[in-house]
């Protein structure tokens, strides 16, 4: 049984602590998946960087959705030659895969790219400006919004 503590992630990272938390759950259950391995990385104050290991996996094997909280990676390759083929040991995967993110309010997908069988999801917290901090002013002059770090 593999237990990884999180808690060291949950001080370097703004916008993933319900992720985070997802995660720790995910692995303290045996049945998790484990295929394929990722990393997530924290690129600046509000931006991530979730990255993949999908080693044979084309372009077009690979679909990325994201609805609502939910960031959505599935691969399905299919190989073209396959009833040509006769293999002797097969120690690459390449089998079918889903694998899930629950993404923290206000962050969004900006931007995706495949390399070196490495697929790089960038990801970036906005939060509104109608939900952004704002001093109000006594005396009835008009409210300006402040330059604040979001929480």
């Known amino acids: 049984m593999r237990h990884y503590d999180l808690s060291p992630l949950y001080r370097s990272t703004v916008g993933f602590d319900r992720l985070f938390s997802l995660l720790d759950q995910a692995t303290s259950n045996d049945a998790a998946p484990s295929y394929p391995p990722y990393n997530i990385e924290r690129t600046a104050e509000n931006a991530y960087r979730i990255t993949i290991a999908v080693a044979g996996f084309a372009e077009g094997d690979l679909t990325i959705e994201s609805k609502e909280n939910a960031l959505s990676v599935r691969g399905d390759k299919q190989p073209a030659d396959a009833e040509k083929r006769e293999i002797l040991h097969q120690g690459i995967a390449a089998r079918a895969f889903e694998r899930r993110f ?50």
């Open 102 to 151: 629950q993404l923290a309010d206000y962050v969004q997908v900006t931007g995706a790219s495949l390399e070196n069988g490495l697929l790089h999801i960038d990801l970036v917290r906005e939060i509104p400006e109608a939900k952004k901090p704002r001093q109000i002013a006594i005396g009835g002059k008009p409210a300006r919004i402040l330059e604040a770090k979001a929480a």
